[in-house]
T-cell receptor, first 117, second 110 residues
Framework: GAVVSQHPSWVICKSGTSVKIECRSL??????MFWYRQFPKQSLMLMAT?????????EQGVEKDKFLINHASLTLSTLTVTSAHPEDSSFYIC?????????????FGPGTRLLVL | RKEVEQDPGPFNVPEGATVAFNCTYS??????FFWYRQDCRKEPKLLMS???SGNEDGRFTAQLNRASQYISLLIRDSKLSDSATYLC???????????FGKGTMLLVSP
Protein backbone atom coordinates (compact mmCIF):
# COMPACT_ATOMS: atom_id res chain seq x y z
CA GLY A 1 0.00 0.00 0.00
CA ALA A 2 0.86 3.64 -0.20
CA VAL A 3 3.45 4.80 2.29
CA VAL A 4 3.66 8.13 4.05
CA SER A 5 6.58 8.95 6.29
CA GLN A 6 6.97 11.58 8.97
CA HIS A 7 10.08 12.93 10.55
CA PRO A 8 10.92 13.17 13.35
CA SER A 9 8.87 10.56 15.15
CA TRP A 10 9.22 12.38 18.44
CA VAL A 11 10.52 15.72 19.67
CA ILE A 12 11.21 17.14 23.09
CA CYS A 13 11.93 20.84 23.13
CA LYS A 14 12.02 23.85 25.37
CA SER A 15 9.20 26.35 25.44
CA GLY A 16 9.73 29.10 22.88
CA THR A 17 11.57 27.04 20.29
CA SER A 18 10.26 26.17 16.85
CA VAL A 19 9.80 22.62 15.67
CA LYS A 20 9.59 21.46 12.07
CA ILE A 21 7.84 18.24 11.10
CA GLU A 22 8.16 16.72 7.64
CA CYS A 23 5.58 14.60 5.88
CA ARG A 24 6.52 12.69 2.74
CA SER A 25 4.55 10.49 0.38
CA LEU A 26 7.02 7.83 -0.66
CA UNK A 27 5.43 6.07 -3.60
CA UNK A 28 2.84 8.44 -4.98
CA UNK A 29 2.37 12.11 -5.68
CA UNK A 30 0.09 13.91 -3.28
CA UNK A 31 -1.37 17.19 -4.42
CA UNK A 32 -3.13 17.44 -1.09
CA MET A 33 -1.83 16.65 2.37
CA PHE A 34 -3.55 17.11 5.69
CA TRP A 35 -2.26 17.89 9.13
CA TYR A 36 -4.05 16.58 12.19
CA ARG A 37 -3.51 16.86 15.90
CA GLN A 38 -4.63 14.37 18.50
CA PHE A 39 -4.66 14.98 22.23
CA PRO A 40 -4.87 11.99 24.61
CA LYS A 41 -8.22 10.19 24.43
CA GLN A 42 -9.47 12.67 21.87
CA SER A 43 -10.30 12.31 18.20
CA LEU A 44 -8.02 13.43 15.42
CA MET A 45 -8.70 17.06 14.69
CA LEU A 46 -7.91 18.48 11.31
CA MET A 47 -5.65 21.50 11.60
CA ALA A 48 -5.11 22.41 7.97
CA THR A 49 -5.23 21.23 4.40
CA UNK A 50 -2.03 21.67 2.46
CA UNK A 51 -2.12 22.00 -1.32
CA UNK A 52 1.01 21.82 -3.41
CA UNK A 53 1.97 25.20 -4.74
CA UNK A 54 -0.63 27.19 -2.85
CA UNK A 55 -1.37 28.44 0.63
CA UNK A 56 -2.71 26.04 3.19
CA UNK A 57 -6.31 26.20 4.33
CA UNK A 58 -6.59 26.32 8.10
CA GLU A 59 -9.48 25.08 10.19
CA GLN A 60 -11.27 27.45 12.49
CA GLY A 61 -9.34 28.10 15.66
CA VAL A 62 -5.95 27.10 14.24
CA GLU A 63 -3.49 29.99 14.12
CA LYS A 64 -1.83 30.10 10.74
CA ASP A 65 1.03 32.23 12.02
CA LYS A 66 1.79 29.69 14.71
CA PHE A 67 1.48 26.57 12.59
CA LEU A 68 3.31 27.29 9.37
CA ILE A 69 2.70 24.90 6.53
CA ASN A 70 4.74 24.59 3.37
CA HIS A 71 3.89 22.18 0.56
CA ALA A 72 6.71 22.82 -1.83
CA SER A 73 6.55 19.60 -3.83
CA LEU A 74 4.14 16.80 -4.66
CA THR A 75 5.79 14.54 -2.11
CA LEU A 76 6.65 16.84 0.78
CA SER A 77 4.72 19.01 3.20
CA THR A 78 6.17 20.55 6.34
CA LEU A 79 4.51 21.83 9.50
CA THR A 80 6.46 24.23 11.69
CA VAL A 81 5.22 24.87 15.20
CA THR A 82 6.60 28.29 15.98
CA SER A 83 7.39 29.39 19.52
CA ALA A 84 6.07 26.15 20.92
CA HIS A 85 4.46 26.12 24.35
CA PRO A 86 3.54 23.21 26.64
CA GLU A 87 -0.08 23.32 25.45
CA ASP A 88 1.20 22.51 21.95
CA SER A 89 2.35 19.12 23.21
CA SER A 90 0.40 16.61 21.19
CA PHE A 91 0.50 13.87 18.57
CA TYR A 92 0.76 15.45 15.13
CA ILE A 93 -0.22 13.25 12.18
CA CYS A 94 -0.12 14.03 8.50
CA UNK A 95 -1.96 12.28 5.74
CA UNK A 96 -1.59 12.34 2.01
CA UNK A 97 -4.35 11.85 -0.49
CA UNK A 98 -3.81 9.35 -3.26
CA UNK A 99 -6.15 10.26 -6.08
CA UNK A 100 -4.82 7.51 -8.28
CA UNK A 101 -7.03 5.01 -6.51
CA UNK A 102 -10.62 4.25 -7.45
CA UNK A 103 -11.78 5.98 -4.36
CA UNK A 104 -9.89 8.87 -2.88
CA UNK A 105 -7.97 7.52 0.03
CA UNK A 106 -5.94 9.21 2.67
CA UNK A 107 -2.85 7.47 3.95
CA PHE A 108 -1.51 8.50 7.29
CA GLY A 109 2.03 9.02 8.39
CA PRO A 110 3.21 7.38 11.61
CA GLY A 111 2.83 10.62 13.54
CA THR A 112 5.15 12.87 15.51
CA ARG A 113 4.93 13.15 19.27
CA LEU A 114 5.81 16.63 20.45
CA LEU A 115 6.54 17.37 24.07
CA VAL A 116 7.22 20.98 24.97
CA LEU A 117 8.80 21.50 28.36
CA ARG B 1 -24.45 17.77 18.42
CA LYS B 2 -21.09 16.27 17.52
CA GLU B 3 -20.50 15.56 13.86
CA VAL B 4 -19.52 11.94 14.37
CA GLU B 5 -20.49 10.17 17.56
CA GLN B 6 -19.29 6.85 18.86
CA ASP B 7 -19.55 5.00 22.14
CA PRO B 8 -16.02 5.28 23.56
CA GLY B 9 -16.20 1.88 25.25
CA PRO B 10 -14.11 0.03 26.18
CA PHE B 11 -15.77 -3.09 24.91
CA ASN B 12 -14.25 -6.06 26.72
CA VAL B 13 -14.90 -9.33 24.90
CA PRO B 14 -13.38 -12.81 25.01
CA GLU B 15 -11.62 -14.32 22.03
CA GLY B 16 -14.04 -15.73 19.52
CA ALA B 17 -16.85 -13.36 20.44
CA THR B 18 -18.82 -11.25 18.00
CA VAL B 19 -18.88 -7.53 18.72
CA ALA B 20 -20.61 -4.62 17.03
CA PHE B 21 -19.85 -0.91 17.06
CA ASN B 22 -22.19 1.84 16.05
CA CYS B 23 -21.62 5.36 14.87
CA THR B 24 -23.94 8.24 14.02
CA TYR B 25 -23.18 11.26 11.92
CA SER B 26 -24.94 14.58 11.82
CA UNK B 27 -24.35 15.85 8.30
CA UNK B 28 -26.87 14.34 5.91
CA UNK B 29 -24.70 15.47 2.99
CA UNK B 30 -21.96 13.02 3.98
CA UNK B 31 -21.16 10.70 1.13
CA UNK B 32 -18.17 8.58 2.05
CA PHE B 33 -17.79 6.50 5.15
CA PHE B 34 -14.93 4.54 6.57
CA TRP B 35 -13.79 2.56 9.53
CA TYR B 36 -10.20 3.12 10.61
CA ARG B 37 -8.28 1.24 13.23
CA GLN B 38 -5.84 2.98 15.56
CA ASP B 39 -3.48 1.08 17.81
CA CYS B 40 -2.15 2.71 20.95
CA ARG B 41 0.23 5.57 20.13
CA LYS B 42 0.08 4.80 16.42
CA GLU B 43 -1.45 6.42 13.37
CA PRO B 44 -4.91 5.42 12.09
CA LYS B 45 -5.03 2.78 9.39
CA LEU B 46 -7.90 2.23 7.00
CA LEU B 47 -9.82 -0.89 7.92
CA MET B 48 -12.56 -0.69 5.34
CA SER B 49 -14.76 1.66 3.41
CA UNK B 50 -18.49 1.45 4.02
CA UNK B 51 -20.79 1.13 1.04
CA UNK B 52 -24.51 1.73 0.85
CA SER B 53 -25.25 -1.91 0.19
CA GLY B 54 -23.10 -3.03 3.08
CA ASN B 55 -19.83 -4.83 2.62
CA GLU B 56 -17.81 -7.59 4.14
CA ASP B 57 -14.09 -8.18 4.41
CA GLY B 58 -13.28 -11.45 6.10
CA ARG B 59 -14.47 -11.27 9.69
CA PHE B 60 -15.48 -7.63 9.34
CA THR B 61 -18.87 -6.42 8.10
CA ALA B 62 -19.79 -2.77 7.67
CA GLN B 63 -23.28 -1.42 7.19
CA LEU B 64 -24.64 2.01 6.36
CA ASN B 65 -28.12 3.33 7.05
CA ARG B 66 -28.46 6.69 5.36
CA ALA B 67 -31.99 7.30 6.58
CA SER B 68 -30.89 7.02 10.19
CA GLN B 69 -27.40 8.43 9.52
CA TYR B 70 -25.91 5.43 11.17
CA ILE B 71 -22.90 3.21 10.43
CA SER B 72 -21.99 -0.06 12.03
CA LEU B 73 -19.03 -2.41 12.18
CA LEU B 74 -19.40 -6.06 13.10
CA ILE B 75 -16.39 -8.16 14.03
CA ARG B 76 -16.86 -11.92 14.15
CA ASP B 77 -14.61 -14.45 15.85
CA SER B 78 -12.62 -11.75 17.65
CA LYS B 79 -8.87 -12.20 17.87
CA LEU B 80 -6.49 -10.81 20.46
CA SER B 81 -4.94 -8.76 17.68
CA ASP B 82 -8.26 -6.99 17.10
CA SER B 83 -7.69 -5.03 20.32
CA ALA B 84 -7.50 -1.41 19.19
CA THR B 85 -9.55 1.74 18.89
CA TYR B 86 -11.95 1.77 15.96
CA LEU B 87 -12.58 5.16 14.41
CA CYS B 88 -15.70 6.02 12.47
CA UNK B 89 -14.81 8.47 9.72
CA UNK B 90 -17.05 10.49 7.47
CA UNK B 91 -16.29 12.51 4.35
CA UNK B 92 -18.64 15.12 2.90
CA UNK B 93 -18.83 14.56 -0.82
CA UNK B 94 -16.88 16.99 -2.99
CA UNK B 95 -14.34 17.61 -0.27
CA UNK B 96 -11.48 15.56 1.01
CA UNK B 97 -11.87 16.53 4.64
CA UNK B 98 -12.32 13.54 6.88
CA UNK B 99 -14.21 13.97 10.12
CA PHE B 100 -13.25 11.49 12.80
CA GLY B 101 -15.21 10.15 15.69
CA LYS B 102 -13.42 9.78 19.02
CA GLY B 103 -13.24 6.07 18.52
CA THR B 104 -14.46 2.96 20.28
CA MET B 105 -11.92 0.96 22.22
CA LEU B 106 -12.03 -2.82 21.90
CA LEU B 107 -10.19 -5.12 24.26
CA VAL B 108 -10.16 -8.80 23.37
CA SER B 109 -9.04 -11.07 26.17
CA PRO B 110 -7.88 -14.72 26.08
Amino acid sequence: GAVVSQHPSWVICKSGTSVKIECRSLDFQATTMFWYRQFPKQSLMLMATSNEGSKATYEQGVEKDKFLINHASLTLSTLTVTSAHPEDSSFYICSAENRGRRQETQYFGPGTRLLVL
Amino acid sequence: RKEVEQDPGPFNVPEGATVAFNCTYSNSASQSFFWYRQDCRKEPKLLMSVYSSGNEDGRFTAQLNRASQYISLLIRDSKLSDSATYLCVVNIGGYSTLTFGKGTMLLVSP
